[in-house]
């Protein structure tokens, strides 16, 4: 059973910057697909970045780009989302997702490992 925990989130100022970790369990991160979502109040959760299982590509949605980084530390089994130059509009609840079968995917449904989740919060 994988499992992943979220961690990092936080209050910040626009214009700062914040790095969110996850934490797999279960199995090696190369081994799977690894991703970030957020879901701000009100809005369906969205895709914002995402690692290949083979670690080689990297996927993120346009609002971000330029902006988040996703990385990983197979040594330490965990994934990063560094984020910079935050704006109030990416204030949401981030989460981590993980699949074994998927090679690399930007939508919810394909992945079955979820975190509970870590709250960012971008002050203007």
């Known amino acids: 059973q994988v499992q992943v925990q979220e961690s990092g989130g936080g209050l910040v100022q626009a214009g700062g910057s914040l790095r969110l970790s996850c934490a797999a369990s279960?199995?090696?991160?190369?081994?799977?697909?690894m991703a970030w979502f957020r879901q701000a109040p009100g809005k369906e959760r969205e895709f914002v970045a995402a690692?290949?299982?083979?670690?080689?590509?990297?996927y993120y949605t346009n609002s971000v780009k330029g902006r988040f980084t996703i990385s990983r530390d197979n040594a330490k089994n965990t994934v990063y989302l560094q984020m910079n130059s935050l704006k109030p509009e990416d204030t949401a609840v981030y989460y981590c997702?993980?699949?074994?079968?998927?090679?690399?995917?930007?939508?919810?449904?394909?992945?079955?490992?979820w975190g509970q989740g870590t709250q960012v919060t971008v002050s203007a």
């Open positions: 690692f290949s299982r083979d670690g080689i590509s990297k």
């Open positions: 997702a993980a699949d074994r079968n998927l090679g690399v995917g930007t939508t919810i449904s394909g992945y079955d490992y």
């Open positions: 279960g199995r090696t991160i190369s081994t799977l697909a």
